[in-house]
């Protein structure tokens, strides 16, 4: 009785939950392999063995080797039947979402009542929505929105007498607006571009609700080099908040630290918004102050993630599944190419560490209070730039570097140490060169009168000046 326009959009959404239940299984196979292989690892060692910042050691007792033994041959079991739906292309989907669907059976937790259920199961299960077309009238013939806001659908065949305008047409009483990208959207519908729209009831608000989608164009990638032009925003991701600092091209910090805070509890909507306005204020300020790209670490918690790695570290587990690693990449990367700005992800490796090592104390000022994770901005701000994290850091050896010559070795340690061998060249503007000597006369010679004004003495100091006069020790002097 649908007609095929209808017919197409509920194709389509049961192919994207589909789609999207065996990109879960994929995930949650790759999970129980990764369990399965820490506990092998672990029960393989010693009772009692402890572990390395890199692997994790034995465990405590015989009591807790043996639990993790029998959870071992759990996840086999679990594992096996996993492979085996995937193997079959076998999914499990819920219309209306699991968590909705088990929430029927704890109503006096969820304070609800079975009616304000029903009504939510029902919501979450009615929709309507349609793909745009290229070429037709505002970008879609089945829903279409005009410039100005109004909204009409077209009826299939045998709802046809229900249309309140032509050609089998039911227009809304209410107009839409659209807060966000509404001039992008109005560009689109302009010009006759695809657009698709999805029409759903929010239950708790009591009203309907539009959404307009399209597709974005590839992101087209520059030269490293012009990303790194006109200097570099460096931002260290946390569990709560970016921490950004501002780099010029020569990897030099400038102004002060920038945080913007984000709040990951609650709903997937409030973590997904909370993120996307936290990304909104920080493109904000990369284009106020004119750089042409954004460095970010390239982070990767999936080995981090399993429980077997961090069975007794419950708060760190929870910390590192907070970060949301992957939807950050996907939306900082399509979000920054709107504004004309570049993504440079750099390797994450000791940034925090060396940042607060090399770049917090420095920066520290009485008006400014710097934290490890402002230093890891900067790190990773360097990094992208392509300069070494730990360089130009100790005023003394920027000062060194300009006269061409590395910093000198500790005095306790000068003789183990040895002398600075990296030299400028002969053509460097204040190079040190041999030193001459004080008089016109040789080292230990006579004066040019042909007398000694004194006695030579023993000197108190090492001097590296070359000497045309080879000394010798004598074996009975003795040194108090």
């Not at 994207?16 to 690892?41: E, K, P, V, Y």
């Not at 708790?204 to 164009?217: D, I």
């Not at 419950?314 to 990367?333: D, E, Y």
């Amino acid at each position: 009785m649908s007609s095929s326009r209808i017919a197409g959009a509920i194709t389509k959404a049961t192919h994207d939950q589909w789609a999207l239940a065996r990109r879960c299984q994929a995930a949650h196979i790759q999970n129980l392999a990764a369990g399965i292989t820490m506990l092998r690892h672990r029960l393989s060692l010693p009772v009692g063995e402890k572990g390395t910042k890199r692997a994790a050691g034995g465990y405590r007792s015989k009591g807790e080797w043996f639990r993790k033994s029998r959870r071992l041959a759990a996840l086999k079991a679990r594992h096996a039947a996993a492979v085996a739906d995937w193997q079959a292309g076998r999914v499990r989907v819920v219309r209306g979402g699991k968590r909705l669907l088990n929430t029927r059976h704890h109503l006096t937790e969820a304070q609800l009542t079975e009616d304000q259920w029903r009504q939510r199961w029902e919501a979450e299960r009615w929709f309507i929505a349609a793909d745009g077309e290229s070429g037709k009238r505002f970008g879609n013939e089945t829903i279409r929105v005009t410039p100005d806001g109004e909204v009409s659908i077209k009826l299939p065949a045998p709802l046809a007498h229900l249309a309140n305008t032509t050609h089998g047409r039911y227009t809304l009483t209410s107009t839409v607006a659209f807060a966000h990208r509404g001039a992008e959207w109005a560009d689109r519908i302009e010009a006759h571009r695809a657009v698709a729209y999805r029409i759903h009831l929010d239950t708790g608000g009591g009203r309907w609700y539009l959404t307009a989608s399209w597709q974005r164009p590839v992101v087209q990638t520059v030269p490293l080099e012009t990303a790194r032009a006109r200097g570099m925003i460096g931002v260290d991701t946390n569990a709560d908040h970016f921490a950004a600092y501002r780099l010029d091209r020569h990897g030099n910090p400038v102004g002060g630290p920038h945080r913007f805070p984000y709040d990951l509890s609650g709903s997937a909507g409030h973590r997904d918004a909370q993120i996307r306005h936290a990304l909104t204020r920080l493109i904000n300020w990369a284009k106020s102050v004119g750089v042409a790209a954004i460095g970010i670490e390239d982070l990767d918690f999936a080995p981090e993630k399993t429980r077997e790695k961090h069975g007794r570290r419950k708060r760190f587990r929870q910390l590192v599944s907070g970060i949301p690693t992957g939807k950050l990449k996907a939306r900082l990367v399509s979000m920054a190419a709107e504004h004309g700005l570049s993504i440079v992800a750099v390797d994450p490796a000791y940034t925090s560490l060396w940042g607060g090592q090399h770049w917090q104390k420095p920066l520290v000022t009485p008006h400014r209070t710097m934290s490890r994770h402002d230093a890891a901005g900067i790190a990773i701000g360097r990094r992208a730039l392509g300069y070494p994290v730990r360089d130009g850091v100790s005023p003394a050896r920027t000062q060194l570097r300009a006269w061409g010559r590395t910093a000198p070795p500790p005095r306790d340690r000068s003789d183990r140490v040895g002398h600075r061998t990296v030299q400028a060249g002969s053509g460097d503007r204040g190079r040190e060169g041999t030193r001459p000597p004080a008089t016109d006369r040789p080292p230990g010679g006579p004066s040019p009168s042909g007398t000694r004004k004194r006695e030579p003495s023993a000197s108190n100091t090492v001097r590296d000046a070359p000497s045309t006069q080879q000394w010798f020790q004598d074996s009975l002097m003795r040194t108090g």
